[in-house]
């Protein structure tokens, strides 16, 4: 009878616990397009749904002009003649924020990076956390202008559209080669209606996981 009396701990261990050990592969997303894609609008609802936050270097730089902090001091300007804001500032807002508990299951990033030091400072970031895919939205460069005109937001001004058109294609469109390069962008049209462009992002994240 001796051989019977196994004690728990030798017994193999049920699958379940095997199961749950493997952890959810978080959603870390980057939604990329030219300003006037849509890509804020579709970023928030994405967000939402899954419940992750939504990361807006944009937002974050706006309120703290808002609310008049030294950063906000250092950044109005730029933001209202349309250029960039320097790497450093911006990749340690990210860096920050990613730090926060909130991110752990995903997050999608608005806006950021639009430069390639700051797409490789995102790797780094990311380097034990699973990378990020990356939704490219194509819009036509007539219907940017036209969106961006109804938008009204202190920064959409003609000259400064024009401004902001012409950094995305000098220093944000190479950061899309970058990621093209290791195969993590999914590209879609962005001139279609808000919901088909919604329903769009949901079935290529779907195809991703496979
Ligand atoms: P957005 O709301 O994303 O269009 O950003 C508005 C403005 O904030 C831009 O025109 C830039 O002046 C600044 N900005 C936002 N994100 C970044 C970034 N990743 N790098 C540099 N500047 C940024």
């Known amino acids: ?19 749950t050990a493997v952890k959810a592969v978080p959603l870390n997303l980057v939604f990329f397009g030219p300003p006037g894609a ?41 933001l209202q003649s349309g250029a960039l804001v320097g790497d450093d500032l911006v990749i340690s807002i990210v860096a920050e924020r990613l730090e926060q508990p909130d991110t752990a299951k995903g997050f999608v990033l608005d806006g950021f990076p639009r430069t390639i030091p700051q797409a ?29 005109g109804r938008r009204g937001r202190e920064d959409d001004e003609a000259y400064v559209i024009k401004e902001r058109l012409e950094v995305y294609s000098r220093e944000t469109e190479p950061v899309l080669q970058y990621y093209r390069r290791r195969g993590v962008v999914t590209v879609l049209d962005g ?20």
Do not use: C, W, Y
């Open 120 to 148: 490789a400072a995102l790797d780094a970031i990311l380097a034990d956390r699973g990378g990020v895919s990356v939704i490219a939205l194509v819009v036509h460069a007539d219907e940017v202008i036209r969106r961006l």
């Open 1 to 19: 009878m001796d051989h019977l009396s196994v004690s728990p701990a030798r017994l193999p261990q049920p699958r379940i616990a095997r199961r």
């Open 38 to 78: 849509g890509k804020g609008t579709q970023a928030d609802l994405f967000a939402a749904r899954h419940h992750i936050p939504k990361i807006s270097t944009g937002d974050i730089l706006r309120k703290a002009i808002q609310d008049g902090t030294r950063i906000g001091a250092m950044v109005r300007e730029t």
């Open 191 to 210: 001139n279609r209606p808000l919901d088909e462009v919604t329903e769009a992002i949901e079935a290529a994240l779907k195809r991703a996981k496979g």
